[in-house]
Protein backbone atom coordinates (compact mmCIF):
# COMPACT_ATOMS: atom_id res chain seq x y z
CA UNK A 1 0.00 0.00 0.00
CA UNK A 2 1.06 3.57 -0.91
CA UNK A 3 1.33 6.43 1.88
CA UNK A 4 -0.72 9.54 0.79
CA UNK A 5 -2.34 12.43 2.72
CA UNK A 6 -5.69 14.28 1.94
CA UNK A 7 -8.07 16.24 3.71
CA UNK A 8 -11.15 15.05 5.14
CA UNK A 9 -14.84 16.07 5.95
CA UNK A 10 -17.14 16.19 8.88
CA UNK A 11 -20.03 14.00 9.00
CA UNK A 12 -23.25 12.78 11.63
CA UNK A 13 -23.32 13.22 14.95
CA UNK A 14 -20.42 12.61 17.06
CA UNK A 15 -20.00 9.51 19.17
CA UNK A 16 -20.30 11.07 22.38
CA UNK A 17 -20.89 14.43 24.11
CA UNK A 18 -19.14 17.39 24.09
CA UNK A 19 -17.36 18.68 27.43
CA UNK A 20 -16.38 22.22 26.70
CA UNK A 21 -13.69 23.88 29.89
CA UNK A 22 -12.94 27.29 30.40
CA UNK A 23 -9.11 27.14 30.07
CA UNK A 24 -7.04 27.53 26.68
CA UNK A 25 -7.01 24.08 26.26
CA UNK A 26 -10.98 24.44 25.27
CA UNK A 27 -12.64 25.28 22.73
CA UNK A 28 -16.21 27.27 22.23
CA UNK A 29 -19.36 24.83 22.26
CA UNK A 30 -19.15 22.71 18.85
CA UNK A 31 -22.92 22.35 17.42
CA UNK A 32 -24.28 19.16 17.16
CA UNK A 33 -24.08 17.82 13.10
CA UNK A 34 -27.31 16.89 12.06
CA UNK A 35 -27.46 13.44 9.28
CA UNK A 36 -28.05 14.90 5.63
CA UNK A 37 -31.26 14.09 4.21
CA UNK A 38 -31.01 12.96 0.57
CA UNK A 39 -34.16 12.00 -1.47
CA UNK A 40 -32.36 9.13 -3.12
CA UNK A 41 -34.60 5.34 -3.77
CA UNK A 42 -36.09 3.28 -0.79
CA UNK A 43 -34.01 -0.08 0.11
CA UNK A 44 -34.69 -3.38 -1.04
CA UNK A 45 -35.41 -5.95 1.65
CA UNK A 46 -33.57 -9.11 0.79
CA UNK A 47 -34.19 -12.30 3.23
CA UNK A 48 -31.85 -14.74 4.77
CA UNK A 49 -32.56 -17.33 1.45
CA UNK A 50 -31.38 -13.88 -0.87
CA UNK A 51 -35.10 -13.55 -2.48
CA UNK A 52 -36.43 -10.01 -2.24
CA UNK A 53 -40.57 -9.62 -1.89
CA UNK A 54 -42.35 -7.81 -4.23
CA UNK A 55 -46.42 -7.38 -4.54
CA UNK A 56 -47.95 -7.53 -8.21
CA UNK A 57 -49.19 -4.61 -9.67
CA UNK A 58 -52.01 -4.40 -11.92
CA UNK A 59 -51.83 -5.39 -15.59
CA UNK A 60 -48.43 -7.16 -14.47
CA UNK A 61 -47.89 -10.69 -15.18
CA UNK A 62 -45.00 -12.72 -14.17
CA UNK A 63 -43.70 -13.28 -17.88
CA UNK A 64 -43.93 -9.58 -18.33
CA UNK A 65 -41.38 -9.29 -15.31
CA UNK A 66 -38.72 -11.34 -16.29
CA UNK A 67 -38.74 -9.85 -20.06
CA UNK A 68 -37.93 -6.30 -18.17
CA UNK A 69 -36.33 -6.84 -15.01
CA UNK A 70 -34.60 -10.85 -15.25
CA UNK A 71 -31.13 -11.01 -16.45
CA UNK A 72 -32.63 -14.29 -18.46
CA UNK A 73 -36.35 -13.94 -19.31
CA UNK A 74 -36.46 -18.28 -19.27
CA UNK A 75 -35.84 -17.83 -15.37
CA UNK A 76 -39.54 -16.91 -14.84
CA UNK A 77 -40.11 -20.46 -14.34
CA UNK A 78 -38.02 -20.57 -11.36
CA UNK A 79 -40.19 -18.19 -10.06
CA UNK A 80 -43.29 -19.56 -11.27
CA UNK A 81 -42.15 -23.01 -9.56
CA UNK A 82 -40.86 -21.11 -6.10
CA UNK A 83 -44.02 -19.36 -5.60
CA UNK A 84 -46.39 -21.96 -6.72
CA UNK A 85 -47.94 -19.86 -9.99
CA UNK A 86 -50.11 -21.54 -12.35
CA UNK A 87 -50.32 -19.86 -15.15
CA UNK A 88 -47.51 -16.98 -15.14
CA UNK A 89 -49.64 -14.64 -17.61
CA UNK A 90 -52.60 -14.45 -14.91
CA UNK A 91 -51.36 -13.10 -11.11
CA UNK A 92 -53.95 -11.59 -9.25
CA UNK A 93 -52.96 -7.99 -8.14
CA UNK A 94 -51.67 -8.01 -4.89
CA UNK A 95 -49.94 -10.77 -5.34
CA UNK A 96 -46.92 -11.23 -3.35
CA UNK A 97 -44.14 -12.75 -4.93
CA UNK A 98 -40.39 -14.04 -3.69
CA UNK A 99 -37.98 -14.17 -6.50
CA UNK A 100 -34.33 -14.44 -5.83
CA UNK A 101 -31.98 -11.69 -6.17
CA UNK A 102 -29.60 -13.72 -8.46
CA UNK A 103 -31.91 -13.82 -11.27
CA UNK A 104 -32.52 -10.07 -10.90
CA UNK A 105 -31.08 -7.20 -13.21
CA UNK A 106 -29.19 -4.82 -11.06
CA UNK A 107 -27.36 -1.47 -11.77
CA UNK A 108 -24.46 -1.15 -10.00
CA UNK A 109 -23.44 1.84 -7.76
CA UNK A 110 -20.43 3.49 -6.57
CA UNK A 111 -19.15 4.63 -3.25
CA UNK A 112 -17.06 8.16 -3.44
CA UNK A 113 -14.03 8.63 -1.19
CA UNK A 114 -14.64 11.42 0.87
CA UNK A 115 -11.52 11.75 2.79
CA UNK A 116 -8.35 9.75 3.53
CA UNK A 117 -5.08 9.72 5.65
CA UNK A 118 -1.99 7.82 6.20
CA UNK A 119 -1.50 4.55 4.51
CA UNK A 120 -4.82 3.66 2.85
CA UNK A 121 -4.60 0.74 -0.08
CA UNK A 122 -8.22 0.20 -2.34
CA UNK A 123 -8.18 -3.06 -4.72
CA UNK A 124 -10.75 -3.45 -7.27
CA UNK A 125 -10.90 -6.92 -6.06
CA UNK A 126 -8.53 -9.66 -5.26
CA UNK A 127 -5.76 -10.21 -6.43
CA UNK A 128 -5.71 -6.81 -8.36
CA UNK A 129 -2.73 -4.56 -7.21
CA UNK A 130 -3.78 -1.98 -4.55
CA UNK A 131 -4.02 1.78 -5.63
CA UNK A 132 -3.52 4.58 -4.09
CA UNK A 133 -7.12 6.70 -3.35
CA UNK A 134 -7.86 10.28 -4.41
CA UNK A 135 -10.66 12.44 -2.62
CA UNK A 136 -13.82 11.94 -5.29
CA UNK A 137 -12.80 8.57 -6.07
CA UNK A 138 -15.08 6.07 -7.20
CA UNK A 139 -15.30 2.43 -5.67
CA UNK A 140 -17.61 0.08 -6.73
CA UNK A 141 -18.83 -2.99 -5.94
CA UNK A 142 -16.05 -6.04 -5.39
CA UNK A 143 -13.44 -3.67 -3.76
CA UNK A 144 -11.07 -4.54 -1.32
CA UNK A 145 -9.99 -1.45 1.36
CA UNK A 146 -6.96 -1.38 3.43
CA UNK A 147 -5.84 0.87 6.07
CA UNK A 148 -2.17 0.32 7.51
CA UNK A 149 -1.44 1.42 11.53
CA UNK A 150 -1.77 5.28 10.42
CA UNK A 151 -4.46 4.63 8.04
CA UNK A 152 -8.38 6.01 7.80
CA UNK A 153 -10.67 6.41 4.85
CA UNK A 154 -14.14 7.56 4.64
CA UNK A 155 -16.57 6.91 2.26
CA UNK A 156 -20.11 8.10 1.07
CA UNK A 157 -22.60 5.76 -0.28
CA UNK A 158 -25.11 6.39 -2.71
CA UNK A 159 -27.58 7.31 -0.39
CA UNK A 160 -26.13 9.10 1.62
CA UNK A 161 -24.62 6.79 4.24
CA UNK A 162 -21.41 7.61 5.38
CA UNK A 163 -18.68 5.06 6.32
CA UNK A 164 -15.29 5.19 8.07
CA UNK A 165 -12.73 2.76 8.63
CA UNK A 166 -9.87 3.67 10.69
CA UNK A 167 -6.18 1.67 11.07
CA UNK A 168 -5.47 -1.45 10.57
CA UNK A 169 -8.55 -2.52 8.56
CA UNK A 170 -10.02 -4.74 5.67
CA UNK A 171 -13.01 -3.94 4.68
CA UNK A 172 -15.21 -5.93 1.17
CA UNK A 173 -17.83 -3.76 -0.48
CA UNK A 174 -19.27 -7.01 -1.97
CA UNK A 175 -22.63 -5.53 -3.24
CA UNK A 176 -23.82 -1.88 -3.87
CA UNK A 177 -26.54 -2.30 -6.14
CA UNK A 178 -29.99 -0.83 -7.25
CA UNK A 179 -32.35 -3.54 -8.01
CA UNK A 180 -34.12 -2.32 -11.55
CA UNK A 181 -37.55 -4.52 -10.57
CA UNK A 182 -38.38 -2.14 -7.28
CA UNK A 183 -35.48 0.61 -7.29
CA UNK A 184 -34.65 0.00 -4.39
CA UNK A 185 -30.98 -0.45 -3.33
CA UNK A 186 -28.84 -3.39 -1.91
CA UNK A 187 -25.72 -2.79 -0.07
CA UNK A 188 -23.30 -5.86 1.57
CA UNK A 189 -20.17 -4.76 3.29
CA UNK A 190 -17.62 -7.40 4.95
CA UNK A 191 -15.46 -6.34 7.38
CA UNK A 192 -12.80 -9.36 7.64
CA UNK A 193 -10.32 -7.30 10.09
CA UNK A 194 -9.96 -4.54 12.52
CA UNK A 195 -12.96 -1.91 12.59
CA UNK A 196 -15.55 -0.46 11.08
CA UNK A 197 -18.34 2.68 11.94
CA UNK A 198 -21.30 3.53 10.04
CA UNK A 199 -23.86 6.39 9.88
CA UNK A 200 -26.35 4.83 8.03
CA UNK A 201 -29.44 6.99 6.45
CA UNK A 202 -32.79 6.32 8.53
CA UNK A 203 -34.60 4.03 6.65
CA UNK A 204 -38.47 4.19 6.75
CA UNK A 205 -38.59 -0.14 9.08
CA UNK A 206 -40.04 -2.40 6.93
CA UNK A 207 -38.34 -0.84 3.70
CA UNK A 208 -34.96 -2.51 3.61
CA UNK A 209 -32.08 -3.64 4.92
CA UNK A 210 -28.54 -2.43 5.13
CA UNK A 211 -26.06 -5.85 5.56
CA UNK A 212 -22.42 -5.37 7.69
CA UNK A 213 -21.24 -8.59 7.75
CA UNK A 214 -17.96 -10.41 9.98
CA UNK A 215 -16.83 -14.09 9.24
CA UNK A 216 -18.92 -14.55 12.38
CA UNK A 217 -21.67 -12.78 11.95
CA UNK A 218 -24.24 -10.40 10.18
CA UNK A 219 -25.72 -7.28 11.13
CA UNK A 220 -28.89 -5.70 9.59
CA UNK A 221 -29.22 -2.18 10.28
CA UNK A 222 -31.68 0.80 9.42
CA UNK A 223 -30.74 4.66 10.19
CA UNK A 224 -27.81 3.23 12.61
CA UNK A 225 -24.81 4.88 14.14
CA UNK A 226 -22.69 1.71 15.24
CA UNK A 227 -19.48 0.44 15.29
CA UNK A 228 -18.71 -3.69 13.89
CA UNK A 229 -15.80 -5.39 14.37
CA UNK A 230 -13.39 -8.42 13.96
CA UNK A 231 -10.25 -9.97 15.57
CA UNK A 232 -9.03 -12.62 13.67
CA UNK A 233 -7.02 -13.58 17.08
CA UNK A 234 -10.36 -14.24 19.42
CA UNK A 235 -11.92 -15.02 16.34
CA UNK A 236 -15.27 -13.06 17.60
CA UNK A 237 -17.48 -9.93 15.84
CA UNK A 238 -18.54 -7.42 17.83
CA UNK A 239 -21.10 -4.95 17.28
CA UNK A 240 -21.20 -2.10 19.39
CA UNK A 241 -24.63 0.42 18.51
CA UNK A 242 -24.83 3.85 19.29
CA UNK A 243 -28.02 4.77 18.07
CA UNK A 244 -30.81 3.20 16.79
CA UNK A 245 -31.11 -1.02 16.42
CA UNK A 246 -29.25 -3.66 14.92
CA UNK A 247 -30.45 -7.29 14.34
CA UNK A 248 -27.07 -9.17 14.89
CA UNK A 249 -27.37 -12.88 13.56
CA UNK A 250 -24.72 -15.35 14.53
CA UNK A 251 -23.19 -17.22 11.13
CA UNK A 252 -25.22 -20.54 10.93
CA UNK A 253 -27.01 -19.61 14.02
CA UNK A 254 -31.17 -19.09 13.97
CA UNK A 255 -32.75 -16.11 14.95
CA UNK A 256 -31.00 -12.61 15.22
CA UNK A 257 -30.91 -10.82 18.44
CA UNK A 258 -32.08 -7.32 18.68
CA UNK A 259 -29.41 -4.46 20.21
CA UNK A 260 -30.79 -1.35 20.56
CA UNK A 261 -28.97 1.79 21.84
CA UNK A 262 -26.12 1.94 24.09
CA UNK A 263 -26.21 -2.07 24.34
CA UNK A 264 -23.19 -4.52 22.41
CA UNK A 265 -23.20 -8.08 20.79
CA UNK A 266 -20.51 -10.72 20.92
CA UNK A 267 -20.43 -13.45 17.93
CA UNK A 268 -18.28 -16.33 19.30
CA UNK A 269 -16.89 -18.79 16.55
CA UNK A 270 -20.03 -20.59 17.36
CA UNK A 271 -22.14 -18.19 16.38
CA UNK A 272 -23.49 -17.76 19.74
CA UNK A 273 -25.01 -14.05 20.31
CA UNK A 274 -24.35 -12.26 23.84
CA UNK A 275 -25.41 -9.08 24.69
CA UNK A 276 -24.28 -6.56 27.25
CA UNK A 277 -24.88 -2.93 28.21
CA UNK A 278 -21.86 -0.72 26.94
CA UNK A 279 -19.54 0.68 29.27
CA UNK A 280 -20.09 4.73 29.69
CA UNK A 281 -18.14 7.41 28.39
CA UNK A 282 -15.23 8.02 30.89
CA UNK A 283 -13.33 11.43 31.74
CA UNK A 284 -9.92 13.01 30.97
CA UNK A 285 -8.50 13.65 34.60
CA UNK A 286 -7.68 16.75 33.47
CA UNK A 287 -9.97 18.49 30.08
CA UNK A 288 -8.15 21.75 29.98
CA UNK A 289 -4.35 20.40 29.98
CA UNK A 290 -2.65 21.58 27.05
CA UNK A 291 -0.48 18.98 25.45
CA UNK A 292 3.27 20.58 25.68
CA UNK A 293 5.20 17.61 25.94
CA UNK A 294 6.45 15.40 22.87
CA UNK A 295 4.42 12.79 23.31
CA UNK A 296 0.94 14.18 23.64
CA UNK A 297 -0.43 12.24 26.68
CA UNK A 298 -4.41 12.25 27.43
CA UNK A 299 -4.72 10.59 31.05
CA UNK A 300 -7.96 9.03 31.58
CA UNK A 301 -9.80 8.63 35.03
CA UNK A 302 -10.21 4.85 36.10
CA UNK A 303 -13.78 3.71 34.76
CA UNK A 304 -15.12 0.11 36.52
CA UNK A 305 -14.91 -2.69 34.21
CA UNK A 306 -12.27 -0.89 31.61
CA UNK A 307 -9.46 -2.85 30.47
CA UNK A 308 -8.30 -0.53 27.83
CA UNK A 309 -8.90 2.72 27.04
CA UNK A 310 -9.43 3.91 23.54
CA UNK A 311 -8.56 8.12 22.03
CA UNK A 312 -9.23 9.09 18.76
CA UNK A 313 -8.35 12.66 17.76
CA UNK A 314 -9.82 14.22 14.89
CA UNK A 315 -10.21 17.77 12.81
CA UNK A 316 -13.92 18.19 13.55
CA UNK A 317 -16.41 17.48 15.81
CA UNK A 318 -18.14 14.32 13.76
CA UNK A 319 -14.72 12.48 13.42
CA UNK A 320 -14.53 12.38 9.81
CA UNK A 321 -11.16 13.64 9.56
CA UNK A 322 -9.00 11.34 12.22
CA UNK A 323 -5.69 12.35 12.50
CA UNK A 324 -4.40 9.76 15.47
CA UNK A 325 -5.76 7.23 17.88
CA UNK A 326 -4.12 4.81 20.19
CA UNK A 327 -5.61 2.40 22.77
CA UNK A 328 -3.68 1.71 26.21
CA UNK A 329 -4.38 -1.14 28.67
CA UNK A 330 -3.39 1.53 31.60
CA UNK A 331 -5.21 5.31 32.20
CA UNK A 332 -2.26 7.21 30.06
CA UNK A 333 -3.29 6.83 26.43
CA UNK A 334 -0.16 8.19 24.54
CA UNK A 335 -0.45 10.03 20.65
CA UNK A 336 3.70 10.19 19.68
CA UNK A 337 2.80 11.85 16.43
CA UNK A 338 0.19 14.77 17.19
CA UNK A 339 0.65 18.00 15.59
CA UNK A 340 0.03 21.74 16.65
CA UNK A 341 -3.37 23.36 16.88
CA UNK A 342 -6.37 23.11 18.30
CA UNK A 343 -8.63 19.57 17.67
CA UNK A 344 -11.14 17.09 18.87
CA UNK A 345 -10.04 14.08 21.18
CA UNK A 346 -12.72 11.33 21.51
CA UNK A 347 -12.28 8.83 24.31
CA UNK A 348 -14.03 5.99 24.94
CA UNK A 349 -13.52 2.39 27.36
CA UNK A 350 -13.13 -1.18 26.38
CA UNK A 351 -14.71 -3.82 28.43
CA UNK A 352 -13.34 -7.55 29.40
CA UNK A 353 -15.47 -8.74 26.35
CA UNK A 354 -13.57 -6.38 23.72
CA UNK A 355 -17.23 -3.91 23.37
CA UNK A 356 -16.16 -0.36 22.90
CA UNK A 357 -18.32 1.64 24.95
CA UNK A 358 -19.59 5.06 24.92
CA UNK A 359 -17.62 8.06 24.60
CA UNK A 360 -17.26 11.87 24.61
CA UNK A 361 -15.83 14.54 22.99
CA UNK A 362 -13.22 16.67 24.18
CA UNK A 363 -11.81 19.90 22.57
CA UNK A 364 -8.25 19.99 23.47
CA UNK A 365 -5.50 22.42 22.26
CA UNK A 366 -1.98 20.89 21.05
CA UNK A 367 1.28 23.05 21.40
CA UNK A 368 4.79 21.45 21.52
CA UNK A 369 6.59 23.15 24.37
CA UNK A 370 9.21 20.37 24.22
CA UNK A 371 12.70 21.08 26.71
CA UNK A 372 15.78 19.24 27.73
CA UNK A 373 18.51 20.29 29.94
CA UNK A 374 21.83 19.00 31.06
CA UNK A 375 24.55 20.16 33.36
CA UNK A 376 28.40 19.25 32.49
CA UNK A 377 31.73 20.54 34.76
CA UNK A 378 34.69 22.66 33.25
CA UNK A 379 37.14 23.23 35.50
CA UNK A 380 35.92 25.10 38.63
CA UNK A 381 32.62 26.22 36.46
CA UNK A 382 29.06 24.75 36.30
CA UNK A 383 27.70 24.67 32.20
CA UNK A 384 24.04 24.19 32.12
CA UNK A 385 22.60 23.83 28.50
CA UNK A 386 19.09 23.18 27.29
CA UNK A 387 16.90 22.71 23.44
CA UNK A 388 13.55 21.76 22.84
CA UNK A 389 11.20 21.95 20.25
CA UNK A 390 8.01 24.52 19.51
CA UNK A 391 6.87 26.94 16.66
CA UNK A 392 7.10 31.05 18.09
CA UNK A 393 9.85 32.92 19.97
CA UNK A 394 10.80 31.13 23.36
CA UNK A 395 12.59 32.83 26.53
CA UNK A 396 13.62 30.86 28.81
CA UNK A 397 14.37 30.99 33.13
CA UNK A 398 17.09 29.39 34.96
CA UNK A 399 16.40 28.72 38.75
CA UNK A 400 18.60 26.95 41.10
CA UNK A 401 18.47 26.31 45.34
CA UNK A 402 20.55 24.59 47.65
CA UNK A 403 19.39 21.62 49.32
CA UNK A 404 15.48 21.20 47.89
CA UNK A 405 13.03 22.65 45.48
CA UNK A 406 11.20 24.04 48.59
CA UNK A 407 14.22 26.62 49.38
CA UNK A 408 14.69 29.61 48.21
CA UNK A 409 16.18 30.35 44.99
CA UNK A 410 20.12 31.31 44.92
CA UNK A 411 20.06 31.75 41.81
CA UNK A 412 16.62 32.89 39.62
CA UNK A 413 17.76 34.39 35.95
CA UNK A 414 14.55 34.72 34.18
CA UNK A 415 14.08 36.24 30.31
CA UNK A 416 17.24 34.35 28.80
CA UNK A 417 17.40 34.00 25.14
CA UNK A 418 20.27 32.45 24.92
CA UNK A 419 20.59 27.97 25.46
CA UNK A 420 22.94 27.89 28.24
CA UNK A 421 24.46 29.90 31.43
CA UNK A 422 27.26 29.48 33.22
CA UNK A 423 28.07 29.14 37.16
CA UNK A 424 31.60 29.40 38.41
CA UNK A 425 32.71 29.95 42.44
CA UNK A 426 29.69 27.56 43.50
CA UNK A 427 30.56 25.77 47.26
CA UNK A 428 30.71 22.11 47.73
CA UNK A 429 27.66 20.87 48.77
CA UNK A 430 23.97 19.77 47.06
CA UNK A 431 21.76 21.91 44.98
CA UNK A 432 18.69 21.55 42.92
CA UNK A 433 18.04 23.26 39.74
CA UNK A 434 15.76 23.52 36.49
CA UNK A 435 14.92 25.14 33.45
CA UNK A 436 11.72 26.51 31.95
CA UNK A 437 10.17 28.09 28.47
CA UNK A 438 7.87 30.45 28.14
CA UNK A 439 6.70 29.76 24.42
CA UNK A 440 5.32 32.53 22.50
CA UNK A 441 3.04 32.40 19.45
CA UNK A 442 -0.24 33.28 17.20
CA UNK A 443 -0.65 35.68 19.91
CA UNK A 444 -0.86 33.36 22.89
CA UNK A 445 1.86 32.22 25.69
CA UNK A 446 2.47 28.44 26.92
CA UNK A 447 4.81 27.88 29.46
CA UNK A 448 6.70 24.72 30.13
CA UNK A 449 9.33 23.86 33.17
CA UNK A 450 11.36 20.69 33.53
CA UNK A 451 11.49 19.14 36.89
CA UNK A 452 13.86 20.09 39.27
CA UNK A 453 17.27 17.74 39.10
CA UNK A 454 19.53 17.34 41.86
CA UNK A 455 23.38 18.02 41.34
CA UNK A 456 26.37 17.55 43.85
CA UNK A 457 29.10 19.92 44.12
CA UNK A 458 32.74 18.88 44.83
CA UNK A 459 36.05 20.22 44.50
CA UNK A 460 35.00 23.38 42.73
CA UNK A 461 34.35 25.60 46.01
CA UNK A 462 37.08 27.81 47.30
Known amino acids: MTKADGSFWTYGPSYGRLLV ?15 VAVPLARQVEVAADGT ?10 LYGLARLYFTRQGDFALVQRLNRIADPYRIPTGTRLRIPVRLLRAEPLDAKVQAFRGQVGIRAGAGSAAGTPTVGMAVRPGAIIETGPDGFVGLTLSNGSQLSIPTR ?41 FRLRTPRAVSAIRGTVLRVGYGADAGQSLTEVLDGSVAVQGAGSGKPALV ?14 RTEALLPAPDLADPAQVLIDPVA ?10 RAYHVQVAADAGFGDVVAEATAEGTVVALPALGNGRWF ?27 NAAAEQEADRLKFKWAGAGEGRRVYHFQMARGDAKARPMVDEPGLTAQELTLSGMADGVYVWRVGVRQYADGEMVENWLPFQKLTVAGTGR
Open 297 to 306: AFTVRPLPGA
Open 260 to 273: PKGQGAVVAASGAV
Open 169 to 209: SRVRLLAMRRILLTGGVDFDIAVDEGKFETQATPLVPGSGQ
Open 52 to 61: IDYQVRKGEH
Open 21 to 35: GLSLAVAAPVARAQP
Open 345 to 371: ARVSAIAASGLEGESQVYSIRRVLTGL
